[in-house]
C-alpha cells in the first residue's frame, strides 16, 4: 500500500511540475504510459521525462523531440542492478578509468544509458543494447559523454551536474538542444 502511495504522490507532482511548465492547470495535465513504459501527455505533444535521486527530482520537458533523462547521486558503490546493464566493453572500460574519476565515471556511463532508453522508451531492459560515444577531456580531467546509441536509434548526450553531489544526463533526438535550468 505504501508503494501505491508513494507512486500516486510522485504523479500528482509530475503532473504539478508539467502544469507549471506547460502553463496549464494540474486538471488539464494527463499522463499516459506507452507500451515500453514510456510516460506522455494525453495529447502526445509533449515529451517529457523525469529522475528523482538522494531527494530531488529532475524534470526535462520538450516539444517536437524526445527526450529522457536520469539524474544520480554519487555514492562510493554502484547498485548491483546497475552493474547488470553493462557490456563488457564498457565494464573494461570503467576498470581503467576509476582511479582517474572514481564513481562519477561510472554515473556518467550510468545515467547516459538510462537517458537513453527513456528517450526511446525501451526501458531499462534495453540497456545492454545501448553503445555511448564519450571521450576523455584533459582540461576537465574526466570522461564526457557525446552520444548514445539504442539500437539503431542515435541520440545526442549532455551532462547535467545541477549539484555538486550529482551526477545526470539528458539524451534527445534533437540534434541541437541546449538544457535550460529552471530551479523551483
Given at each position: 500500500?505504501?508503494?501505491?502511495?508513494?507512486?500516486?504522490?510522485?504523479?500528482?507532482?509530475?503532473?504539478?511540475?508539467?502544469?507549471?511548465?506547460?502553463?496549464?492547470?494540474?486538471?488539464?495535465?494527463?499522463?499516459?504510459?506507452?507500451?515500453?513504459g514510456?510516460?506522455?501527455?494525453?495529447?502526445?505533444?509533449?515529451?517529457?521525462?523525469?529522475?528523482?535521486?538522494?531527494?530531488?527530482?529532475?524534470?526535462?520537458?520538450?516539444?517536437?523531440?524526445?527526450?529522457?533523462?536520469?539524474?544520480?547521486?554519487?555514492?562510493?558503490?554502484?547498485?548491483?542492478?546497475q552493474?547488470?546493464?553493462?557490456?563488457?566493453?564498457?565494464?573494461?572500460?570503467?576498470?581503467?578509468?576509476?582511479?582517474?574519476?572514481?564513481?562519477?565515471?561510472?554515473?556518467?556511463?550510468?545515467t547516459?544509458?538510462?537517458?537513453?532508453?527513456?528517450?526511446?522508451?525501451d526501458?531499462?531492459?534495453?540497456l545492454?543494447?545501448?553503445?555511448?560515444?564519450?571521450?576523455?577531456?584533459?582540461?576537465?580531467?574526466?570522461?564526457?559523454?557525446?552520444?548514445?546509441?539504442?539500437?539503431?536509434?542515435?541520440?545526442?548526450?549532455?551532462?547535467?551536474?545541477?549539484?555538486?553531489?550529482?551526477?545526470?544526463?539528458?539524451?534527445?533526438?534533437?540534434m541541437?538542444i541546449?538544457?535550460?535550468?529552471?530551479?523551483?
Amino acid at each position: 500500500m505504501e508503494v501505491e502511495q508513494s507512486q500516486a504522490a510522485s504523479q500528482r507532482a509530475l503532473a504539478r511540475a508539467l502544469a507549471l511548465e506547460l502553463g496549464d492547470s494540474t486538471e488539464q495535465v494527463r499522463i499516459v504510459r506507452e507500451a515500453g513504459g514510456k510516460p506522455r501527455t494525453v495529447d502526445g505533444n509533449v515529451s517529457f521525462s523525469w529522475s528523482t535521486s538522494g531527494g530531488y527530482a529532475l524534470l526535462a520537458v520538450a516539444r517536437g523531440c524526445e527526450l529522457g533523462v536520469d539524474l544520480e547521486v554519487v555514492r562510493a558503490r554502484p547498485a548491483v542492478t546497475q552493474l547488470a546493464g553493462m557490456g563488457p566493453v564498457e565494464r573494461a572500460l570503467l576498470r581503467r578509468c576509476s582511479d582517474r574519476c572514481g564513481p562519477r565515471c561510472f554515473l556518467r556511463l550510468w545515467t547516459a544509458k538510462e537517458a537513453a532508453v527513456k528517450t526511446t522508451g525501451d526501458g531499462l531492459r534495453a540497456l545492454r543494447d545501448t553503445a555511448v560515444a564519450w571521450h576523455w577531456d584533459d582540461e576537465s580531467d574526466h570522461w564526457i559523454v557525446t552520444g548514445v546509441t539504442v539500437r539503431d536509434v542515435h541520440l545526442v548526450a549532455h551532462e547535467l551536474v545541477p549539484a555538486p553531489q550529482f551526477v545526470g544526463t539528458l539524451c534527445s533526438t534533437a540534434m541541437a538542444i541546449e538544457p535550460a535550468w529552471t530551479v523551483r
